[in-house]
Every structure is written in C-alpha cells, then in structure tokens.
C-alpha cells in the first residue's frame, strides 16, 4: 500500500509599508479576504503613523507596526523583523491581488 504524503504548507508573511494611502490600503486588504490560500499573516508597516490606518488595520486583523518613516526599505526590513512565515511577500500598499494570488 502507497501512502501519499502531501508537503507542509508553508506560512506566508505579507509585508506592506504604508505612508498616507488609506484609500489604497483598504482595497489591498480587502483582496487578501478573497485570497484562496489562508496560511497568511499580513504586517502593515506605518510610516506617518497615521491614526485612521492603524484602524483599518486592525478592523482587518493584520498585524499593525508603527515606524518612524525609515522610508520603504527600512519599512519593509522593520516589517521582515515581525513576520513569522517561511515566506516573505513584499507588496505596495497600491497593489491588490487576485484570488489565486498567494497560492
């Protein structure tokens, strides 16, 4: 008897660094509850510490990091420091993804 064992799904950190773009923040974290694949966690890095985005934020149960605008790459390497996953995906906080997007 063949017994098929299936690989161990890998956990994926989603890391976005935000500056003053609710509008577009929304739409992205809204494509994430579409998102097909569910072993995701998302880390909003937030560069102006801007109130209505650590709402939104946490209205979408990603997790919220305030920074002292170290521009995007010091964002996206604050951002890598919480992540839990195997692995890392770096978006734009004016992107947005299709279903299939993380799978």
């Known amino acids: ?30 494509s994430f509850e579409k998102q097909t694949y569910r072993d995701f966690e998302t880390i909003v890095v937030d560069n102006a510490t801007n109130l209505s985005i650590r709402r939104l934020v946490a209205s979408k149960g990603a997790q919220y990091v305030a920074s002292s605008n170290t521009g995007y790459t010091g964002g996206n390497n604050l951002g890598a420091r919480y992540a839990k996953g195997d692995l890392i995906l770096i978006l734009n906080p004016d992107t947005w993804l299709e279903p299939s997007a993380i799978e």
Do not use: G, Q, T
């Open 1 to 30: 008897m063949l017994l098929e064992m299936s690989a161990p799904r890998s956990i994926v950190s989603v890391v976005v660094v935000s500056y003053n773009d609710e509008a577009f923040l929304k739409r992205l974290l809204d």
